[in-house]
């Protein structure tokens, strides 16, 4: 597509209910990156694909994150369990040949 | 580890005013640097980069150059419009475009 596309724009989540958000990339771009933005702030890396590798998953907060890309390029990334600290914005990037990043919309995540 | 330390906003200026949003980083190696935007509703987007020591980004009026003495990048236009008006980061990235990290990010608003 033209854009890196994220769904749901907006979710609301129930404490201790599990979540998946989407991210479609723009066709052809290898590198894919999540990051979470905290209200008033910048951006915080949590983890990097390329093509369908997880490169690097450093920045994953605890292990009920999960993050897949299984065929290089739909991503997911899967929250289990959601507690109200995991309320933020979810960006996913890719980044294209002068290394610049592409950003999404990103997706609203509340959980009450 | 690395790091990006930005002024705190919100910045309100009146239009035509100049800005400047300082911008200073912490980096082992030779990083590049870069400013995004975001409008309101919309995603982040690149406004300008600079890969290397005095190189000088610009783009729609903006401008940023690169000092390594300082370890600054920070923002500057001459005249702002009603229509700068939104969120401004200030990242680094030390091989090339992967993990990027950002400021806390400015608001700008021009009335």
Request: charged share 20%; hydrophobic share 35%; with cysteine.
């Given at each position: 597509?033209?854009?890196?596309?994220?769904?749901?724009?907006?979710?609301?989540?129930?404490?201790?209910?599990?979540?998946a958000l989407?991210?479609?990339?723009?066709?052809?771009?290898?590198?894919?990156?999540?990051?979470?933005?905290?209200?008033?702030?910048?951006?915080?890396?949590?983890?990097?694909?390329?093509?369908?590798?997880?490169?690097?998953?450093?920045?994953?907060?605890?292990?009920?994150?999960?993050?897949?890309?299984?065929?290089?390029?739909?991503?997911?990334?899967?929250?289990?369990?959601?507690?109200?600290?995991?309320?933020?914005?979810?960006?996913?990037?890719?980044?294209?040949?002068?290394?610049?990043?592409?950003?999404?919309?990103?997706?609203?995540?509340?959980?009450? | 580890?690395?790091?990006?330390?930005?002024?705190?906003?919100?910045?309100?200026?009146?239009?035509?005013?100049?800005?400047?949003i300082n911008?200073?980083?912490?980096?082992?190696?030779?990083?590049?640097?870069?400013?995004?935007?975001?409008?309101?509703?919309?995603?982040?987007?690149?406004?300008?980069?600079?890969?290397?020591?005095?190189?000088?980004?610009?783009?729609?009026?903006?401008?940023?150059?690169?000092?390594?003495?300082?370890?600054?990048?920070?923002?500057?236009?001459?005249?702002?419009?009603?229509?700068?008006?939104?969120?401004?980061?200030?990242?680094?990235?030390?091989?090339?475009?992967?993990?990027?990290?950002?400021g806390a990010?400015?608001?700008?608003?021009?009335?």
């Amino acid at each position: 597509g033209a854009g890196v596309s994220q769904s749901p724009r907006y979710k609301v989540a129930k404490r201790g209910q599990d979540v998946a958000l989407r991210c479609d990339p723009i066709s052809g771009h290898v590198s894919l990156f999540w990051y979470q933005q905290a209200l008033g702030q910048g951006p915080e890396f949590l983890t990097y694909f390329q093509n369908e590798a997880q490169l690097d998953k450093s920045g994953l907060p605890s292990d009920r994150f999960f993050a897949e890309r299984p065929e290089g390029s739909v991503s997911t990334l899967k929250i289990q369990r959601t507690q109200q600290e995991d309320s933020a914005v979810y960006l996913c990037a890719t980044e294209g040949r002068n290394t610049e990043a592409f950003f999404g919309q990103g997706t609203r995540l509340t959980v009450v | 580890g690395n790091s990006v330390t930005q002024m705190e906003g919100p910045v309100t200026l009146s239009e035509e005013a100049f800005l400047t949003i300082n911008c200073t980083y912490t980096a082992t190696g030779y990083p590049s640097l870069f400013w995004y935007v975001q409008y309101p509703g919309e995603g982040l987007q690149l406004l300008l980069k600079a890969t290397k020591a005095d190189d000088k980004g610009s783009n729609k009026g903006f401008e940023a150059t690169y000092r390594k003495e300082t370890t600054s990048f920070h923002l500057e236009k001459g005249s702002v419009q009603v229509s700068d008006s939104a969120v401004y980061f200030c990242a680094l990235s030390a091989y090339g475009g992967f993990k990027t990290i950002f400021g806390a990010g400015t608001r700008l608003f021009v009335k």
